[in-house]
């Protein structure tokens, strides 16, 4: 697999659409500085999921889009597209190309696309797993970005070796997996509130299903009732319309004779009607044929002269043509002297053809015999220019060793000064660290005492917040049992005042109450103050009194009567207080433990002497009371029929005191809510300080083991670079003792060099003379050639000139033939033509003759037509006079028939009943409640019995079996969630057992290699990599060590510039020998590099180019002749980027023929 082409158009600089074809091997895009190279880098970076704005060296992502110049607009669109070969099905796609494509608009709408299919950023991040390819990987190296493998963190240096390793979709898998098993969780903990719900709401409807069966009893026994009433009523109301249906017969029998009547005349009229059809229908089919007729005239004399006007144009056509005719005989006639004509000046072309080739060819030989002796002055210059290339590959080696060696000088002084430098440098970092440590120590205890004081403010403030929830929970309880209640209290509420509407007398009762009247002081039950334990003894002593309506005298009494005959409802009974006398006589009871009814009531001054003549010889005696002439008592569980004289006034108080409970939990629940997001607000606050003391106080351990390590290392750091002084100076004085005799050498090969040059100069002259014959000799031979050339173009002029001759007189010839053909078609057309306008002629005289006697009979017809008209009339009128005589026999009937239908629509009403609330058909109700025996009393009962119990959830019992049903499922669910949990758990320790292994041996090979090329980059030295925590493999981190040849083992940020570039291309080239990327770009990666360094790496790039495609760019000339493939990016016009390449391999291979080429000729 490698990258085939990039695509790019509107991208930063790239204004016009550029295509970069890349083939395997090594690519360099070379160019000044500011032209756009790097745009190349940030487009690919871009185009595989590059999200980050900064990354690409821009303000914002809108800013790719080419933002225009001076000369041009801005664009509308930045599009990038990269076309891999994918035959090796590296790519998890079954195409062997795979074109990956990235927009953006102006709109900042962004679209991706695999193959021109549309698709996600997360398909083409996907895509590219585990490849190198991607924004985390180590296929693209940005300007500066090599150091920066360096300069990373252990935990972010993972990622490299994650994506070597072919982790990174194990990472994401188990990221995924994570994620689905937090919603798990969130799913449990969700059912299990649901459940809790459900559970209570079993409880609750288990006693409301119990009502719901109670009631549906009575329901059914008062439904037997009720249906074998309706029965009943419906049998009596088909006796009568029988009744009615007997006296219906006369009348529809007097009906039947005038209908017959009627019908007679319909028909009669009806005949005469279909004989008016008939004949209004033939005056039609006359007057179409008239019309038919009239049309075929005008179409016969139509196509009369259209047909003279068709021989015309016929003749026209025929004298043309025989014009043509004689034209064409003239042009054959003058065709044959030009042909002979043509035919001689070809024969005397070719005749001369034979010397000038002659001439040529003597011409060639001259030029062979000069090129041979060129041969033989190059053969004896090659042979002196060998002995001069030795010479002066000696001189190069001895000048190259005498660089090498006064390199090596300076660096070794250079070298000195630098160690005996950092030996000062080390001291004062020593005192630095140790300065550090302290005050690190320092911050360390201010941060432990400070965590520890907002943990117990933090521990605090979650138990108050807990209680808080802890009373919210409890209120929206109660709120919503008070509700329940108030809601029950309601219905019953209506239920009562329904159920009071069917009874006169609290109707009456109400009516008066809110009528208005003077002098009312309202009910005797609302006037009177009595304990919940008397109640049902006042009630009983007091009787039909007790809903009495107490007024000031009789007039206040009649006025209120009539408001209610007025009202047309109602009735009431009244207490009149101007008219009550004084008690009345004592009880003959003497009981020792009998109380006054009296003493258990309390009421105004005003009523005292009513109520004392009322009740004055009423006692209570046990459960029992006892006037003067009667006594009552039983159990003392009493259920009323009428409930709505007691119940209604204590359902409003516990309505009014369910509402006003629960503004006072409203209130309250108001106050709790804003101190419970008070504390919770503290309580994220305080965790958040917390985290951050926390992330402080880690930080800080850290900056300690950091600068407690950095202290160790700089003392081992002292000593080594103590030791490399001392070998360093040593190593200078062997250096210039060795740079004096190289410099003796290089003299003595100068002076042999000379001689062979001198020979040369000699040597050249002889060929300048040769290459000037040569030359006089070539522009000889092209003179001739070109003699031989334009005779032979105008040999071939003419023999065309007589092929298209003799083609034009076959064509006349054939233009002959044509027109004969032609005349003799136009001749038999006027035959045709002139036979067709004397048919139409003669059938023209046939329809004028058939037009006239067709108008005559429609005359005839029109009269009889008239008369039919005026019969039809007639008849109608009598047929209206029989007609009005029905309609008075319709109206007799209808008043009977109306009588019948009412009857009808009380039993179809009652049927409806039936069918509506009970379901039943009449057959059904009569067979199965027919014979039911109806008790009013009972059924009465049974409708305040059932009205008694308010509202019932009839519903109950199925909502009730629903919510088992769904407690049940979420116990399954749970079950399904809880398997699923373990699966998932298992899934994640089955990824991590894999993360574990595929990195611990990627880790491992790269660490072998990474040793292997620094040393190669290095000639020598030793590194090493280091897990951070190689206990934990999922998280461990990655450290690099380095020991460069001639230094002790010093901190990665101690090493030079060249050093850092160096240990981090061993480092990525590693990770080639693991898991080589299809192809890898680097920006500048050489730039920190001396020709040395260069040279090495050039030929690491050299020796992997085999696995990996290199796209590099650079300014170094030794890296630009190691590629394949030369793109030079230029800024003709300014701030847009142009591209132009140069293929090398193909630019060799042309240089090496062409020098073949010579060499034949010479020979």
């Known amino acids: ?88 099905r590296k790519l998890p796609l079954d195409f062997s190309e795979v074109t990956v494509t990235r927009k953006i608009y102006r709109s900042e709408e962004s679209e991706y696309f695999i193959n021109k299919v549309q698709c996600r ?455 009149l207080l101007d008219r009550v006398g004084a008690a009345g006589a004592p009880s003959a009871w003497e009981l020792p433990n009998a109380v006054k009814i009296m003493e258990k009531i309390s009421c105004a001054p005003e009523y005292e002497s009513a109520i004392n003549y009322l009740l004055g010889g009423v006692y209570a005696y046990g459960g029992s009371v006892m006037g003067s002439f009667w006594v009552s008592g039983g159990v003392e569980e009493v259920t009323s029929n009428e409930p709505y004289w007691e119940e209604e006034g204590e359902l409003k108080e516990k309505i009014h005191g369910y509402e006003e409970e629960e503004a006072r939990l409203a209130a309250e629940r108001i106050e709790v809510a804003a101190k419970l997001a008070e504390t919770s607000t503290l309580a994220a606050a305080l965790e958040e300080k917390i985290n951050a003391l926390n992330l402080d106080f880690h930080r800080a351990q850290v900056e300690l083991e950091n600068a407690e390590s950095e202290g160790g290392i700089n003392s081992q750091n002292m000593d080594f670079t103590a030791a490399e002084t001392a070998k360093a100076e040593s190593t200078l004085a062997e250096s210039e003792n060795r740079l004096s005799g190289l410099s003796a050498r290089l003299e003595e090969a100068r002076k042999a060099s000379e001689g062979k040059k001198t020979e040369m100069a000699a040597l050249a002259d002889r060929k300048g003379a040769l290459h000037a014959a040569h030359s006089k000799a070539n522009e000889d031979i092209g003179a001739r050639k070109a003699n031989l050339d334009n005779h032979q173009t105008n040999l071939e002029l003419r023999k065309e000139e007589a092929v298209r001759l003799e083609a034009e007189l076959a064509t006349r010839y054939a233009e002959r033939e044509h027109s004969a053909i032609r005349l003799k078609e136009l001749a038999g057309r006027a035959v045709q033509l002139a036979a067709e306008s004397s048919e139409a002629q003669k059938r023209l005289m046939e329809v004028m003759s058939e037009l006239a006697e067709k108008e005559i009979l429609e005359k005839q017809m029109s009269g009889d037509l008239y008369a039919l008209r005026n019969d039809y009339s007639r008849l109608n009128i009598n047929l209206n006079d029989s007609k009005e005589l029905s309609s008075e026999g319709e109206k007799k009937r209808y008043g009977i028939e109306l009588k019948i239908n009412t009857l009808k629509t009380r039993i179809e009403d009652l049927t409806k009943r039936l069918n509506e609330e009970w379901n039943l058909c009449l057959e059904d109700a009569r067979e199965k409640f027919g014979a039911v025996e109806v008790d009013a009393e009972r059924v ?127 480092l990525l080239f590693s990770f080639f020998c693991v898991n080589p990327s299809p192809f890898c770009v680097m920006d500048e990666a050489d730039a920190p590099l001396d020709e040395a360094n260069v040279e090495r790496f050039v030929r690491l790039l050299r020796e992997f180019s085999g696995s990996t495609q290199f796209i590099v760019i650079t300014h170094n000339k030794r890296t630009m002749e190691a590629a394949d493939v030369l793109y030079g990016v230029t800024m003709e016009e300014m701030g847009v980027s142009k591209l132009i390449s140069v293929d090398l391999r193909k630019a060799s291979a042309m240089t090496e023929n062409t020098g073949k080429v010579k060499a034949q000729v010479g020979a």
């Open 940 to 1066: 009465k009962f049974l409708r305040k019995r059932l009205e008694s119990m308010g509202a019932v959830n009839m519903t109950a019992p199925e909502e009730y079996d629903a919510l088992i049903n769904r407690f049940n499922f979420m116990n399954s669910q749970v079950e399904d969630l809880n398997k699923a949990k373990a699966d998932l758990r298992s899934a994640i320790a089955k990824i991590n057992e894999t993360t574990r292994e595929n990195f611990k041996l990627t880790f491992d090979k790269v660490q072998v290699h990474f040793k292997q090329i620094y040393g190669l980059l290095f000639n020598g030295g030793e590194a090493n990599l280091i897990l951070t925590q190689p206990e934990n493999i999922l998280e461990t981190g990655v450290e690099i060590l380095a020991h460069p040849p001639g230094k002790k083992l010093v901190s990665i940020s101690q090493l030079s510039g060249g050093e850092k570039a160096l240990t981090a291309l061993a």
């Open 121 to 575: 950023l997360k398909d083409i991040r996907e895509m590219f797993l585990d490849t190198g390819i991607g924004t985390d990987g180590y296929a693209i190296i940005d300007q500066g970005e090599v150091e920066y493998v360096l300069s990373a963190s252990p935990e972010e240096r993972r990622e490299l070796f994650e994506e070597a390793a072919g982790v990174s979709k194990y990472k994401a898998k188990r990221e995924e997996a994570l994620r689905r098993l937090e919603k798990v969780d969130a799913d449990l903990a969700r059912l299990a509130d649901a459940a809790a719900l459900i559970d209570e709401q079993i409880k609750k409807l288990d006693t409301e299903a119990k009502r719901a069966r109670t009631q549906q009893k009575y329901k059914e026994e008062l439904t037997s009732a009720e249906v074998s009433m309706l029965v009943k009523e419906i049998s009596g109301f088909n006796f009568e319309a029988e009744k009615e249906n007997a006296a219906l017969e006369p009348v529809q029998k007097e009906l039947a004779e005038t209908a017959a009547a009627i019908t007679a005349l319909e028909g009669e009229l009806a005949a005469m009607n279909l004989t008016l059809t008939q004949r209004q229908e033939e005056e039609r089919v006359l007057n179409e044929a008239i019309a038919a007729i009239k049309f075929e005239k005008v179409r016969l004399e139509g196509t009369i002269v259209h047909n003279g006007e068709l021989s015309a144009e016929v003749a026209d056509r025929s004298r043309a043509l025989e014009a043509s005719a004689k034209r064409n005989e003239e042009a054959i006639a003058g065709s044959a002297p030009r042909i002979e004509e043509a035919k001689a000046a070809l024969t005397n072309s070719e005749a001369g053809l034979g010397a000038l080739k002659n001439d040529y060819e003597s011409g060639l030989a001259e030029l062979a015999k000069i090129d041979q002796e060129m041969s033989v002055a190059d053969a004896s210059a090659a042979a002196i220019d060998k002995d001069i290339t030795a010479a002066l590959q000696s001189e190069m080696e001895l000048s190259g060793e005498i660089a090498s060696t006064g390199s090596s000088i300076g660096h070794h002084k250079e070298n000195i000064f630098s160690l005996k430098k950092d030996l000062e440098g080390l001291n004062a970092r020593r005192a630095e660290i140790e300065a550090r440590i302290s005050a690190i120590r320092a911050r360390l205890a201010e941060g432990e005492a400070a965590l520890n004081s907002e943990k117990t403010r933090l521990t605090e403030t979650v138990n108050a917040r807990d209680g808080f929830s802890v009373r919210m929970g409890e209120i929206d309880k109660r709120l919503s049992g008070l509700n329940a209640e108030k809601t029950g209290a309601r219905g019953r509420l209506e239920a009562i005042l329904a159920q009071g509407e069917k009874d006169s007398y609290w109707v009456g009762i109400n009516s008066v109450l809110n009528s208005g009247v003077s002098g009312i002081r309202g009910t005797l039950r609302h006037l009177l103050t009595v304990k919940k334990e008397d109640r049902l003894a006042v009630d009983e002593a007091l009787g039909r009194f007790m809903d009495a309506v107490v007024c000031d005298n009789s007039g206040c009494a009649q006025e209120a009567i009539t408001y209610l005959k007025h009202l047309g409802k109602g009735r009431c009974r009244f207490i």
């Open 1 to 88: 697999m490698y990258l085939k082409a990039i695509e790019i158009y509107g991208f930063k600089s790239f204004a016009n659409k550029v295509k970069l074809p890349l083939k395997p091997g090594i690519t360099c895009i070379v160019g000044p500085n500011g032209c756009g190279k790097s745009n190349v880098v940030d487009s690919l970076k871009w185009c595989i999921g590059e999200m980050s704005w900064k990354s690409l060296r821009l303000p914002s992502m809108m800013d790719v889009v080419f933002a225009g110049t001076a000369k041009r607009q801005q664009l509308n669109m930045a599009e990038v597209a990269m076309t891999f070969d994918n035959e090796s």
